[in-house]
């Protein structure tokens, strides 16, 4: 499949999602944003502290190279990471140019550049959501093939609340964010690109996360409910650092994806708890979690093997 081949806009592609320069550069500095410094990152940390010392690493969709940094700094034998787009590729190599065990490429989530059982760890950030029907369920297969009996996979996936729900600052009120919402989305054009999406939602401050699709006239819509999308539809998922274009999967397909590859869920990790908000809101006054992401986490940590 030709690697630009356009799927729907100028965001969502058949062989995954492309972000454009700018927003790779932002990407790789604002990370995943206030959910990662409030929940995320560090149980990630805790988790790569366990699992990487001695191991191959593979990080597929690696991203700017963040986390194959920490896998090589947690002692991984060898890390391989691979990214769609070569903006990203570009900035993975940057970061990890000083350490001779880490090793990145350009290369497809659906057609993995590696043997069969190569791979003791598999790490697969917020990934899934980023490809095409087809890569989604080859993603699975693919990973599966390349990990080794025994071996271990950590995925970070977006739960059905982040498709769903209108995560908002704590002095905003939902019911105005909403009417704004409405307001602003008459002027979005049909069939819009991710640019338009993008540029039209540049200044709401008050949307911390929130989900858009294209229904089949054309229009765009505030998702309010997953009952409204399909499997593998394109849709922008704007947080507060970006719009990102992505595809819609629910929670049961990622399980489905989990079962019918033999892979075996060992545990899910919500790291989304009232402590850590808590927490990051003594330190972060300037802009306060609300107990929705307590109470709505935006995504989980899988914990999967594959049986020897
Ligand atoms: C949200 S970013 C996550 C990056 C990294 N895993 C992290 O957690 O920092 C999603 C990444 O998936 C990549 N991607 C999209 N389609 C892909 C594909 N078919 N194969 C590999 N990577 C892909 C994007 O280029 C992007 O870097």
Request: proline share 5%.
């Amino acid at each position: 499949m030709a690697n630009n081949e356009r799927a729907v806009s100028d965001g969502h592609f058949l062989d995954g999602t492309r972000y454009g320069a700018a927003k790779v550069k932002k990407f790789s500095t604002s990370r995943y944003g206030i959910i990662g410094s409030a929940f995320l990152d560090s149980t990630l940390i805790q988790d790569l502290k366990n699992l990487v010392p001695g191991k191959r690493v593979l990080d597929i969709g690696c991203g700017a190279g963040n986390w194959c940094v920490t896998a090589a700094q947690y002692g991984a034998k060898s890390v391989d990471g691979f990214d769609i787009q070569p903006e990203m590729v570009e900035l993975a190599k940057q970061a990890t140019s000083h350490l001779d065990m880490v090793h990145i490429q350009v290369g497809d989530a659906a057609d993995i550049p590696f043997d069969g059982d190569s791979f003791d760890v598999v790490l697969s950030f917020f990934v899934t959501c980023n490809l095409p029907p087809n890569g989604f369920t080859k993603h699975f297969q693919e990973l599966h093939r390349v990990l080794v009996p025994g071996g271990k996979a950590l995925l970070l996936i977006p739960t059905d609340w982040s498709h769903s729900k209108l995560y908002t600052k704590i002095e905003a009120d939902p019911s105005t964010v909403k009417r704004e919402i409405a307001q602003i989305l008459s002027t979005v054009p049909k069939y819009p690109t991710t640019s338009q999406v993008t540029e039209t939602f540049r200044n709401t401050d008050d949307i911390l996360v929130t989900c858009f699709a294209v229904d089949d006239k054309g229009e765009i819509f505030n998702v309010t409910n997953t009952s409204q999308l399909s499997h593998g539809q394109p849709i922008w998922r704007k947080t507060e650092v970006m719009t990102f274009p992505n595809f819609f999967y629910s929670e049961q397909s990622t399980i489905d994806q989990f079962v019918t590859n033999g892979l075996h869920i060992e545990k899910t990790d919500n790291n989304f708890t009232e402590e850590r908000r808590i927490t990051y809101n003594k330190s972060n006054p300037a802009i306060p979690l609300s107990i929705d992401y307590v109470k709505h986490p935006t995504a989980l940590v899988y914990h999967v093997s594959k049986p020897l």
